[in-house]
């Protein structure tokens, strides 16, 4: 790292390099796992815990905070959780009960943590499912990144954020998914499926859709499968690219939403029968 | 020749791992996804006045974050606008859509991957680890104040369907 004269006396000098900063650069860096990946906790409890974990080589320092959001969709079916400090008005919100022990911690190598997270309604909210986030804030570990030359000095900080979703319920749950619209169109080498689907009860659909491309001659010439979560409609896209020299005509999609989530824990995800169906290929 | 500020700029890159168990259809007790930063963004000798950009194919330069671990991730980036001093003195960042990219391995090509929105990447240890690329441009002032400027990258990490 170095400064130079600049050429001219009467300017202002001002020299800033900042090294590499090199996080994990020779060694592994911070390393702080989160689970479960998503929290579930009813009124009668009213807590959750989560593990976090530092697997990496550096004391980590950890906050907790808490935010809303969900998975939404544009028009290109390109799903995104935006967090939000404060939910919209008449969205569900736990944020605003939500509380953490311990809130900040430093997490040495090795070092495992149990998270309690309390969520504390006044008794007279209504039956339903609310939902948050709670973001574990990981900004440790790393060597300096404050270098000084001349008269600027510049500092980058950088930090890792996990979000995990917590869904606080009261009352029975029931949910379900409606197919609002669906499509699936050749286009040039590919076929391009669009779902539009829609929540049904009071909980999060928390599950997973697998479509199939089949060909002409009813053979399967495409899978695909994605986790889904929709909290009130979300918009999905999958494309199927087709080999050179294949048939242009004839094709189906076959397609299934169910809630089977086996990557959350067992007691998570609130069941509905599967949804299935068929789409012609335009 | 104007005001010439030697600016080697490294946004630090992303530290730390993001989470674990995250996976689609595969037992809870999957690897966990692990986001290690292996490089930071260097903007190098900036002049003043003129904007200075790491371009993501620039392997000296940009940022590279190494994903290892198996199923699905899903990243963001909350980029910063500027790196700011305690007077609001500003040097201007601006991350594009064509900044990032993902690199399967090393005899691959690059996968642009937006890093203005939410990538969903999938993790196959089969597959080898997977480097997430990024560029971005600085904007020096062309009289640049003194002061302490500081800026903070946040990669955020959620499991997909969650």
């Keep these: 790292m170095s400064g130079f004269r600049l050429p001219r006396p009467n300017l202002r000098r001002i020299s800033l390099f900042v090294a590499l900063l090199c996080l994990g650069l020779a060694t592994r860096a911070a390393a702080v796992t989160v689970s479960p990946s998503a929290l579930f906790i009813d009124s009668r409890s009213q807590t959750g815990t989560l593990i976090l974990f530092n697997g990496g ?34 969205e569900p919100s736990i944020v605003p009960w939500m509380r953490a022990f311990p809130r900040r911690m430093v997490l040495q190598p090795g070092q495992r943590q149990v998270l309690r997270v309390l969520v504390q309604p006044p008794a007279t909210l209504p039956e339903g499912e609310y939902w948050g986030r ?30 995990t979703a ?15 619209a669906a499509s699936a169109e050749m286009k040039d080498d590919q076929v391009e499926v669009t779902f539009d689907v829609a929540r049904q009860g009071v909980a999060a659909y928390l599950g997973r859709v697998r479509a199939q491309l089949v060909g002409p001659d009813g053979r399967v010439a495409g899978e695909v499968e994605d986790a889904l979560a929709v909290y009130r409609t979300l918009r999905r896209r999958f494309v199927f690219a087709l080999p050179a020299g294949a048939l242009r005509t004839g094709y189906t999609v076959r397609y299934t939403f169910d809630t089977e989530r086996p990557d959350l824990p067992a007691t998570g995800p609130v069941k509905a029968p599967p949804v299935t169906g068929t789409l012609p290929v335009r | 020749m104007g005001h010439r500020y030697s600016v080697a700029l490294v946004l630090a890159s ?49 940022a590279e974050i190494v994903l290892r671990g198996q199923g699905w991730i899903e990243l963001s980036f909350m980029l910063p606008q500027a790196m700011l001093s305690p007077s609001g003195a ?27 929105e939410t990538n969903r990447i999938h993790l196959n240890p089969g597959q080898g680890m997977v480097r997430i690329l990024l560029g971005g441009t600085a904007f020096p002032a062309q009289d640049q104040a003194a002061g302490r400027y ?5 990669v955020v990490a959620t499991t997909p369907g969650t």
Excluded: H
């Design chain 1, 134 to 163: 709670v973001l574990v804030r990981s900004r440790g570990g790393q060597p300096p990144i404050e270098q000084t030359s001349g008269d600027v000095r510049v500092q980058l900080n950088v930090e890792t954020v996990i979000a």
């Design chain 2, 14 to 62: 992303l530290l730390a791992v993001l989470s674990g168990g995250r996976a689609l259809a595969q037992a809870p007790s999957a690897a966990p996804v692990e986001a290690i930063p292996s490089q930071g963004l260097a903007f190098g000798s900036l002049l003043p006045g003129v904007p200075e950009r790491v371009q993501v194919g620039d392997g000296a330069r940009r």
């Design chain 2, 90 to 116: 500003r040097i201007p960042l601006r991350f594009q859509a064509n900044d990032g990219a993902m690199l399967r391995n090393s005899s691959s090509g690059m996968v642009t991957l937006n890093p203005l």
């Design chain 1, 57 to 90: 080589t550096r004391p980590e320092e950890v906050e907790v905070t808490f935010a809303f959001g969900y998975p939404i969709s544009d028009a290109n079916g390109t799903v995104n959780v935006e967090l939000r400090d404060t939910a919209p008005a008449g």
């Design chain 2, 150 to 154: 500081t800026a903070t990258i946040v």
């Design chain 1, 166 to 180: 917590v869904m606080f319920r009261k009352g029975t749950m029931t949910t379900g998914l409606g197919v609002t």
